[in-house]
Structures are given as C-alpha cells and as structure tokens.
C-alpha cells in the first residue's frame, strides 16, 4: 500500500513534510514541494487497518501545524492525485483506484494547459470522462502520451518509487558502566567516541564541520558543548585536543554518565599545494593552536594587527589569526642583491615602542623646545631633539590635535607629543 | 621523464638560488638553513648567517639600540618568504604601524598582546604562550619580547624557564628569539647578539624642519671581539 500526504498550508517547509513521512516509513519519495509519496508496506502488523494507519499519518501532520491531505491506495498514482484533491483522508481498497479516480477533474493530473484544453474542448470533464476512453484512439490522435493519460486516470503506475536517500547523521554515543570524574579519564574515553566517528566520516567522504559534545551527568542533566573548527576537519587527535580545551574551560558540574558526540557533516575540501610557496601549517593544526590560545584570543589580545586607514597615531584593530595563501604573487625570477634598489628599501627601521596609554610627563621648554621631560620611569635632559610635528584629525566625531616631538635623552630616543586640546604632556613611546 | 625534468628544475634552481627567499626544496632539510636577519652586517657576525632553528637566541640592548627593529626586520624576511612569525608581547609595546613600515606583512604575524597592568603574570602568561607557540611547529619565528622588565622580574621566573623553552625548540624548524634589555639565556647553539646604542642621528641643524634620522649602534656576539656598525633608518 502506498501513501500520499499532500499539505494544503503552502507556508510549511518540505523538510517537515519529509520529517512526518520519515516518521513513518524510510522509503519516501518527494512529488513536489507540497506532496510526498510514502511506501507503506508491511505497515500492517503496526496498524490494525489502513483507516488507522491514515488516522495516525494526519494526526501527526496536524500536530507539526500542517494542514494534511492524506490518501491511502495500492497505486501510487492514485495515492498522490487523491492526496492533492480531496480533503482529509481517504482510503482506496484495492482494485478501485480507477472507481476513486473517476469523479475528480481532469486538473487533479497537473496536464499541460494545451493537452487541458484539447481535452474540455472533447467534452471530457472528468478523470472517469478519460479512463472510458479506448486507448488506441488517443494515440492516434495525442501519440504516446494519449494511452498514458489513460494509464493515469485509471490510476494504474507507469514507474516504481524513487526514494530519497535517507540523511546520514554522524553521532557516536558511550555508555558508562561508572561515572568519570575529571578530564583526563574523559580524555581516553572521548578517543573511543571519536574514533569511530571519524572513521564513519572518511568512509563517506566526510569532514566535521562542527561537533557537538553531550555529557550526561550522574544527576540526569545534560551538560553539551559545540566546537565548531575554523576549517572542517577529519583527524580524531585534533578533535579530542579541541573538545578538551573547551572542556577546560567549561567543566561539568557533576561526574559523567555518558557521552554522545554528533559531527555535522561538511565536503571533504580540495587543496592544490604548490611546488615554489612555502608550505602552509594545515587548518587543523591551525585550530588546534588557536584553541589552546583561547585565553589571549577571548579578550581580544591575541590576532593579527590590521592598520586603520586614519592619521591618528597608533590605531589598529585586532583580527582573526588568518594567514593568507601567497598565491605565487611573490615569485620571478630576479635576484635580489644588497646592490639593487630593492635592497635599499629593506634598510632596517628604527621602530617605536609604544606604551599604552602613553604616560603623561611633566616637560620643560627652553626656546619653545623640550629641555627636560619626567615621566614614570622616564627622567632627563634633552641632549637633542626635533619638532614640532603638528597632527590633527577627527574632529568630526572625537577630536584630536597633538604637537609631537623626538628628543633623545641619555636614556634613550622618546617620542614625546604635547595634547593641545587638553594641554597635557605624554610620552608615546620609545624609539627603538 | 617529467619526474627527470622535475628534478633538472629543482637542481637548477638550488644552482642558481634563483629565489633568495623560496622554500626549501625537496631534500632540503629546513632545519639547518637559518633564519637571516636581512641586515648583512648582523648576518656577517653569526656563524651559520643567521639565526639557528631549534635554538633559543637572544638580541639584547639598552633602549634605543635598534633591537626590536632588528628584531622587525628578521620577522620581515621570515613572512616575505611565506612564513608565519608569532610575536608575544606582555608589556604590550608593538607598533603595528612600525611593524608594517619595517615590511613585516601584519597577516602572517599572530602577536600576543599582554596586560601590562599586571606585569609578574603577563610574564608568566608570556613564557607559556611561547612554549605553545613553539609546539605547534606553525611559526618559523617565535619571538618573545621581555624588553622592559626589571632583572628582578625576570629573576622571580622559575630557574629551568629558559631551559624548557630551548628543550621545546629542539629538533623544531622555528627559530625562538628572546628581545631583552640585557643578556637573558640562548641554546647551547644558538645565537647571542648584543647591541649598543651610539645615539640618535639627526637630518640637520637644531631648529624647526629638524628630523630623526635614525639611530647608530653596535652590534657583537657574546662573548665575540668582532663588531659590526648598525644604522636603522628612523621611521615615518
């Protein structure tokens, strides 16, 4: 026997069409957005009669909001042409499809508008108007298609069921005989879980994109946790690293009972290596540092120093640790020698060593120049210097203005600016 | 037959060095190469031209002697050659704009910026980031820059701290560089550099229009009687 379960709520999503009809059977096949076809033999041992079983598909249907139209044949045609036509359910004994069939319009086929309105103008009205008609007729005058129309109306199949594959979730779950306390024990069993879960996803092709970590605890709670890797990967060692340090940082209250991990499956990704670039550390070596660096990364002092297209001296943001691909944009074929114009712009720098916030300092002026500057840790006579250089600039949102100066003491080369908005001395940094 | 034309390129290319910065070839052990400094005076001075990988060298000085644009500057080779450089930072002096001007690409270097408001536990903090940094065998360059903290404070770091970092560089392809004020710890092969500052250069006379120049140094090996003239161009 077969089922039709068509929803007349256009808002609802396929997906839960598909989760009501997987509920009931494995084997579904999808019709169209609102209209799926379900397999339901052997169903009889669970259900008493076929009235029960279509009770139960539309009581299910309505509890998940749909506004279910169900019909129960033994021909999947039938099945599904009745699903989408008639409201409620409806249950075809066998041998009478074409009976339940006949007093539907010819629309309840889906025919294409020119074969519809050949067949009004032919007078047939209904799918018993096209069932009574001898096939060899038709097919004189529509082709092929004329005895399958036919076929159709008399609710008799023209192809087998097609059933979707079902998804694949990728879970591992473990049972403990005694509850484990701490993380190290967990650690080995986590190996038992995740073993068998990688190996489940390299068989079909797969990497973990994200886990999901579920520890249920002596006291019946549940303590989950996600781990979701900046690259999708497939090595077990790495995943038990990432979950750990997690884990770390996020205990579970009480000992654990079991434990259950799902993956979320991902494409195995495609990497062209090449023979010049430098080799670049894989993505999961990758996370599992950055997992480890949770303490500097989580307060946002720990990335990648990005500059700010501003004159205001000393801004940058912090980013993500992400290295980019050279992508060969480096490579030719020219020597680089101390001799060659490119030499000369790698000429070592002398760079500033900032402190943040700079510190404020006391300075004495000696014909407009700095004389003396006292700060923490920071303290004499100015043996040289050079200034002013006046900077300003957003004063469209929070305004700054500073004179700043580079005055070497005997301690050191400074750079030190004078705030003219507030009038207050500060040393930036020192030059190094 | 390609195979042989393939290793009639590799042969030409190690020949030639056609690529000054390129990637160690098949049957190069990277390892032995060292890291260079990218100034040739300072290159001169090392035995091997550079920094030894799996060791823990040093690069000391008093402010204002050009270490940490020395130490720019090695980071700026390293990641124009497609490496990644990690630098940890307790007292949270980097300069992402110097960095840059020195020609470090800010997308290959992961800096770990301490708190200085607490100093004893950013250097504590520091010294462990670098042990994870050298682990994971990602960065070429580990630098950890103490630069600024009193011998006391260093002095109340475990006994064995030096020693464990250097155990962890061995038999690694990164090169671990501690930034100091004086002489700290290197490996048993690795590279000791100190610099003395020779003052400040000036672009004129005093006076209005007057610019930094850049700054003169010293640099020696530990221990060495050789010494090389260093002048760092002042930055933007």
Excluded: N
Excluded at chain 1, 299 to 313: F, Q, Y
Excluded at chain 2, 95 to 117: F, K, M, N
Aim: glycine share 10%; hydrophobic share 45%; charged share 25%.
């Amino acid at each position: 026997m077969f089922g039709g379960l068509h929803s007349a709520s256009r808002t609802v999503p396929p997906a839960v069409l598909l989760d009501v009809a997987r509920g009931f059977t494995p084997r579904v096949e999808r019709r169209d957005a609102a209209t799926v076809l379900l397999d339901l033999q052997g169903l009889g041992r669970t259900w008493r009669s076929p009235e029960a079983l279509g009770a139960a598909l539309v009581d299910d249907a309505r509890r998940r909001e749909l506004e279910p139209q169900v019909a129960l044949a033994w021909s999947r045609v039938a099945a599904v042409v009745l699903a989408r036509s008639v409201p409620g359910l409806t249950v075809v004994g066998p041998g009478r499809e074409s009976e339940a069939l006949a007093p539907l319009p010819l629309a309840a086929l889906g025919l294409e508008a020119p074969t519809g309105e050949l067949l009004r103008r032919w007078g047939l009205r209904t799918l018993g108007d096209l069932a009574a008609l001898p096939p060899g007729g038709l097919a004189e005058r529509l082709g092929a298609q004329g005895p399958r129309l036919v076929r159709l109306a008399r609710g008799e199949d023209e192809r087998p069921l097609v059933p979707l594959p079902p998804p694949r979730t990728f879970r591992c779950a473990l049972d403990l005989d005694w509850p484990v306390d701490g993380l190290e024990p967990l650690s080995f069993l986590l190996a038992r879980v995740l073993d068998p879960l990688a190996a489940s996803l390299r068989a079909a092709g797969q990497l973990a994109a994200s886990l999901t970590l579920e520890l249920t605890l002596v006291d019946g709670t549940r303590h989950a946790r996600a781990c979701r890797p900046a690259a999708p990967m497939g090595e077990p060692r790495t995943w038990r690293t990432l979950l750990l340090l997690d884990l770390e940082s996020h205990p579970p209250a009480e000992a654990v009972q079991a434990i259950a991990v799902t993956a979320e499956p991902a494409a195995a990704r495609a990497t062209q290596f090449s023979l010049l670039d430098a080799a670049q550390p894989a993505p999961e070596r990758m996370a599992e540092l950055m997992a480890r660096l949770l303490e500097w990364t989580s307060e946002g002092r720990g990335g990648s120093p990005a500059l700010v297209d501003t004159h205001r001296p000393g801004a940058f943001v912090m980013g993500p640790f992400a290295p980019p691909a050279l992508g060969g944009r480096r490579h030719g074929t020219t020597v680089v020698s101390e001799g060659s114009p490119a030499w000369g712009e790698r000429a070592p720098r002398a760079v500033l060593r900032a402190y943040r916030p700079p510190r404020p300092a006391t300075v004495e002026l000696k014909d407009d120049a700095p004389s003396f500057v006292m700060a923490p840790g920071l303290r004499g006579e100015v043996l040289g210097c050079a200034g002013p250089w006046r900077a300003s600039g957003d004063w469209w949102d929070v305004a700054w203005s500073r004179d700043e100066w580079d005055v070497a003491l005997a301690a050191g080369v400074y750079r030190v600016f004078r705030d003219r908005l507030a009038g207050t001395w500060f040393v930036a940094g020192e030059v190094d | 037959m390609a195979s042989a034309l393939k290793k009639e390129l590799e042969d030409l290319l190690r020949l030639r060095r056609l690529q000054r910065e390129g990637p160690p070839l098949r049957g190069e052990d990277r390892r032995r190469a060292p890291l260079p400094i990218g100034i040739p005076a300072l290159d001169d001075l090392l035995p091997d031209g550079g920094l030894p990988r799996g060791q823990l060298s040093e690069l000391y000085g008093a402010p204002s002697s050009g270490r940490t644009g020395v130490a720019l500057s090695l980071a700026s080779q390293c990641t124009a050659g497609g490496t990644l450089v990690a630098w940890v930072d307790p007292l949270d002096r980097l300069d992402p704009a110097s960095a840059a001007s020195a020609g470090v690409d800010l997308a290959r270097l992961l800096w770990l910026r301490g708190d200085p408001s607490v100093r004893p536990r950013a250097l504590l903090r520091a010294v462990a980031a670098a042990g994870t940094l050298v682990d994971s065998g990602v960065f070429d360059l580990v630098a950890l820059d103490v630069a600024g903290f009193t011998a006391s404070e260093l002095q109340r770091l475990p006994g064995a701290t030096w020693l464990r970092l250097q155990r962890a560089l061995e038999d690694t392809a990164a090169a671990g560089l501690l930034l100091s004020g004086s002489h700290l710890a290197h490996g048993p092969r690795g590279a000791s550099l100190c610099l003395q500052a020779q003052g400040a250069e000036w672009s004129g006379r005093p006076g209005p229009g007057r610019l930094l120049a850049g700054l003169a140094a010293e640099a020696r090996r530990t221990g060495g009687t050789r010494r090389a003239p260093l002048h760092l161009r002042a930055l933007a």
